[in-house]
């Protein structure tokens, strides 16, 4: 049970805890995307070890996680799309399957087309229903009566909604320390760093900038007209895309030195993962992998990610250079949606799988090929797995840049792959030509985590 709590009125329209000992009652709240809601359940099963009183809010199909974390499940929409691990067999409304498709389309003709047609959908992927969002959150803190909430940063109509409600809440950022925008002319949708293989023409960056900062100009005025309206008291929001906790931030990301400016006045951790606490290999991959090794001597896992599983054409290419290329090399491959068109790569050196454990997966691998998401490559660091990085979009091209700088990766331009490209790629990384910089090193990395995140958020929880 909840600790006893004496609480009162806030004249914000809150209530606060007035027992200096008793642990905060905390709300974790996550879009409906897998992998949002993976690393905040981590963080939320950490903060529960810790001694709070937490509350997982999400769609309904994540409950599961609530369960996992041993918390509270608090059924909350905040957008309209969804993707519970798969994004093309998740269950969509028609709209959002077509701008999913448009999406992946985009993505086979570079990496301008893809950031510009994201650009393009941004408003109703991220601020379709902000009023509903508000109501909705504002019902879930009058039955909840939470002292705090963690809300992911790329949630924007909840991090609003709290702004509104003039509650307390810490931000935590699941992608690219970037998208929490430090510098006026840093814009959200815009790559902070390019890595050397993928270096857009200037006319291309230049389009690029000029629709984001339409996008920044948008969500700003839309942010400023809903905050009058529901909270005529509460400061202005300023801009939409730089709106965080005023207290602390939370990066599921290690703190590299080249990393933009922060922005000033509240705290900044960098957990370096996000992944909880370590859980076997399941018993039936335990056996696959030790099958692929009795024919093999290295494995390598190939993995787009829950929505670019959908390019099966750069799986197949990569798979059979692979193949083709390192007799002595196995290789599983996360299909998604497309296990059926890929299943003709399956053999005695190849497995093919819908969905793999890529967390438990990761210390039994000698390399991954990824398409650089935050979360595949902070556990690769983690896991002291080398990987190649096909960065298709969102903030792909940074965290690229970043492995490429870092010296964790190899990175090649996925609609550009040659026969060898890959193959090299994986020998160069396995040669050790280059090591890791001491500040991605697996040690590094490990001695942090969500039981790291959870002591340094409830610190400040405590002193606020």
């Not at 903060?47 to 937490?54: C, M, N, P, T």
């Not at 949630?155 to 929490?180: E, I, K, M």
């Not at 093999?296 to 099966?312: E, H, I, K, N, P």
């Not at 792909?396 to 193959?423: C, T, W, Y």
């Amino acid at each position: 049970m909840a600790p006893e709590r004496e609480a009162v009125p806030h004249t914000r329209g809150t209530q606060i805890c007035r027992e200096r000992d008793s642990m905060p009652r905390i709300v974790v709240v996550s879009p409906p995307f897998a992998s949002h809601a993976r690393p905040l359940a981590s963080l939320a099963a950490a903060l529960r070890g810790a001694g709070a009183d937490v509350h997982f809010a999400c769609g309904n199909g994540f409950e599961d996680l609530a369960r996992w974390a041993r918390v509270r499940f608090e059924p909350l929409a905040v957008t309209r799309n969804a993707n519970t691990g798969v994004a093309e067999s998740t269950p969509q409304a028609v709209r959002e399957a077509e701008r999913l498709a448009d999406f992946v389309d985009a993505t086979r003709r570079g990496a301008i087309p893809a950031l510009l047609t994201q650009a393009a959908h941004r408003r109703a992927d991220m601020l379709a229903d902000p009023h509903g969002v508000l109501t909705a959150v504002r019902g879930l803190h009058e039955r909840v009566r939470p002292d705090w909430y963690v809300a992911d940063q790329l949630s924007y109509p909840v991090t609003l909604a709290l702004h509104c409600l003039r509650v307390p809440y810490a931000t935590l950022c699941p992608g690219h320390p970037s998208y929490v925008l430090g510098e006026a002319d840093a814009y959200f949708g815009l790559p902070q760093a390019w890595p050397s293989r993928i270096r857009p023409a200037p006319h291309e960056l230049l389009a690029l900038r000029a629709s984001v900062k339409d996008n920044d100009e948008a969500f700003t005025a839309a942010f400023a007209a809903i905050a009058r309206t529901a909270a005529p008291g509460a400061p202005a929001p300023g801009r939409a895309f730089a709106l965080t906790s005023p207290h602390a931030v939370l990066y599921s990301y290690p703190q590299l030195p080249w990393l933009p400016v922060r922005p000033r006045g509240r705290a900044h951790f960098f957990a370096g993962h996000m992944v909880g606490q370590e859980e076997p290999l399941p018993a039936s991959w335990a056996h696959r992998v030790t099958a692929l090794r009795a024919r093999t001597r290295r494995v390598v896992l190939v993995a787009l990610g829950t929505f670019l599983s959908a390019r099966d054409d750069v799986l197949r290419t990569v798979t059979e250079s692979i193949l083709r290329a390192h007799r002595d090399v196995g290789v599983i491959v996360a299909a998604g949606a497309r296990t059926d068109a890929l299943a003709d790569l399956a053999g005695p050196r190849c497995l093919v799988f819908p969905s793999v454990p890529q967390q438990e997966l990761l210390p039994h691998l000698d390399a991954m090929v990824h398409h650089g998401g935050a979360n595949s490559f902070t556990e690769c660091v983690r896991a002291g797995v080398p990987a190649v990085v096909l960065p298709f979009s969102s903030d792909q091209f940074s965290v690229a840049a970043d492995a490429e700088r870092a010296g964790v990766g190899a990175v090649l331009d996925p609609n550009a792959l040659g026969e060898r490209d890959v193959p090299q790629a994986l020998q160069i990384l396995w040669t050790g030509r280059r090591r890791p910089l001491d500040i991605v090193s697996t040690a590094t990395v490990r001695r942090r985590g969500p039981a790291w995140a959870a002591a340094r958020l409830l610190a400040v929880m405590n002193r606020a």
